[in-house]
């Protein structure tokens, strides 16, 4: 079975100074990892994914992330908070049939 | 990415009253489709998971006789809320996908108020 743990709900960071997420993952197989972002009533949105090829991903609006299987982790960086950053982020583990997992969340505050 | 769309937005029904909510992919073919739900600050729980043509599948503790679920077509799945009760006011979200491990893409969601 597959779990995912957010090991923050809350995190508030300045505007400019890096982001850190952390998410780790239990899988009894090679995980596929996913970082989703939901604005306030808004869909979620894909913000990078990890499928067993480079253990550093990059993905959209600067934001990466890297897979650590020995510590099961996939912790998102950013290295400087915008204003727009501030959602819900959410760590994801794929299973068989596609099934997403979802992690608590953590929501991210990004003061001026 | 790919678009999916939810109707309605948001819904307001009196306890024991149907509520159907809509899912379309609008710019591709959605082989499977899943239905989420999120409580008031907490993460999102799979529901099911619908393939076109083909009943749907539950996850554990989700009642199919009260979340019906039909996927007649490749753009278009429903989710009804049978004789809905305050506790199932919540925000569904539904995802497609083009099937097998291709990415899922989320629709907007819709909020539910059961009075």
């Known amino acids: 079975a597959q779990s995912v743990t957010q090991l923050d709900s809350h995190v508030s960071v300045s505007e400019g100074t890096p982001v850190l997420l952390r998410c780790n993952y239990s899988?009894?197989?090679?995980?596929?990892l996913f970082w989703y972002v939901q604005h306030p009533n808004k869909g979620l949105q894909l913000l990078l994914k990890y499928t067993s090829a480079a253990t550093l991903v990059k993905g959209i609006n600067g934001f990466e992330a890297e897979f650590k299987k020995s510590e099961t982790s996939f912790h998102l960086t950013k290295p400087s908070a915008h204003m727009s950053d501030a959602a819900e982020y959410f760590c994801?583990?794929?299973?068989?049939?596609?099934?997403?997992?979802f992690g608590g969340g953590t929501r991210v505050l990004v003061k001026p | 990415g790919a678009v999916v769309s939810q109707h309605p937005s948001w819904v307001i029904c009196k306890s024991g009253t149907s509520v159907k909510i809509e899912c379309r992919s609008l710019d591709f073919q959605a082989t499977t489709m899943f239905w989420y739900r999120q409580f008031p600050k907490q993460s999102l729980m799979l529901m099911a998971t619908?393939?076109?043509?083909?009943?749907?599948?539950?996850e554990q503790g989700v009642e199919k006789d009260k979340f019906l679920i039909n996927h007649a077509s490749l753009t278009l799945s429903t989710l009804t809320v049978t004789s809905a009760h305050p506790e199932d006011s919540s925000f569904y979200i539904c995802s497609a996908s083009a099937g097998g491990p291709q990415e899922q893409f989320f629709g907007p969601g819709t909020r539910l108020t059961v009075l």
């Open positions: 899988s009894s197989y090679s995980p596929s």
């Open positions: 619908s393939n076109e043509g083909s009943k749907a599948t539950y």
């Open positions: 994801v583990v794929r299973a068989a049939g596609n099934k997403l997992t």
